[in-house]
């Protein structure tokens, strides 16, 4: 990696499970309990915001219990960006703080944050660390507006794409970490990273739906495979 300079890495659920949060299409993943129609869509949001709220009410709840911690595949890429000369950009799928929490800096939530909720009238984005209800008025704006998980659900676009976009066209180094590369725009980013001339390596528990496109993949667990990358 000697000559490496800038570094882009893509993390998925995968990178948090052995911090204890679910994944979503494992066996034991969340969409193996519920339908994506029912709580990850505008449409479900505008049919039963309650439902919805609750979902991801749920899953606040989870990442805010102190035994959910960032684990050594976090710290390591913390230490990366921390040890490493060139930019190095975390772009991440997840919507929980583990990156942050573990020292990283440059980090993109491309589907937004748990922790953080978005007015549906004036758009103000505000932290939140409770239960979100349908009645929670958003104080900035005539009150029209009410509190929805400042997440990106699909049909939405992707947050930061801009930004990540021109990542990409300049990596040298490319790397796809606990994704099972289902998910767009996301799982077209390795594709953007090779004709921009990176390397990519794919680092997940089993190949992804893109395996074939990664110049490397190993596989097994984040907490063994990221802090070894690193090293
Ligand atoms: C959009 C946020 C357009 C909320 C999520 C082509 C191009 C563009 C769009 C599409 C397209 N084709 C289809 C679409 C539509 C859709 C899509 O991709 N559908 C799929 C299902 C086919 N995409 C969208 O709707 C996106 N929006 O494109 O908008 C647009 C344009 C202009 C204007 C308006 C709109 C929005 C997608 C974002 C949806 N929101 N989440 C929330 O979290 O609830 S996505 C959802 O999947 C998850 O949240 C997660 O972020 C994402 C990816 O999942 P993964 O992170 O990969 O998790 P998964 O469980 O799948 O895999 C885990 C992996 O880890 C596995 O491989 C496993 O082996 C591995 N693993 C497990 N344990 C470990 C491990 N690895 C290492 N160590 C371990 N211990």
């Given at each position: 990696m000697a000559d490496m300079q800038s570094i882009v890495i893509l993390t998925g659920a995968g990178i948090s499970r052995e911090s204890g949060l679910a994944t979503f299409?494992?066996?034991?993943?969340i969409w193996a309990t519920v339908r994506i129609e029912d709580v990850a869509t505008p449409e479900a949001f505008r049919r039963n915001p309650a439902r919805v709220q609750a979902f991801y009410n749920a899953r606040r709840r989870q990442l805010l219990d102190p035994a959910v911690q960032p684990n050594a595949a976090h710290i390591a890429l913390a230490r990366l960006e921390r040890d490493w000369p060139g930019p190095v950009l975390v772009v991440t799928?997840?919507?929980?703080?583990l990156h942050e929490r573990a020292g990283?800096?440059?980090?993109?939530?491309m589907h937004g944050e748990l922790l953080k909720a978005r007015c549906t009238g004036c758009g103000r984005v505000v932290p939140v660390t409770e239960e979100l209800t349908?009645?929670?008025?958003?104080?900035?704006?005539?009150?029209t507006g009410s509190l929805r998980p400042d997440v990106v659900w699909f049909g939405e676009m992707p947050m930061h794409m801009a930004e990540i976009e021109q990542a990409l066209a300049q990596a040298d180094l490319f790397v796809s970490i606990g994704t099972s590369g289902n998910v767009y725009p996301a799982a077209g980013f390795v594709d953007e990273a090779r004709r921009a001339g990176a390397r990519t390596v794919e680092l997940n528990l089993e190949p992804s739906e893109?395996?074939?496109?990664?110049?490397e993949a190993r596989h097994g667990p984040a907490t063994e495979l990221v802090p070894a990358f690193v090293e």
């Open positions: 299409r494992d066996a034991d993943g799928q997840n919507i929980d703080d990283t800096r440059g980090l993109l939530h349908q009645d929670f008025a958003c104080a900035g704006c005539d009150g893109g395996a074939r496109l990664f110049d």
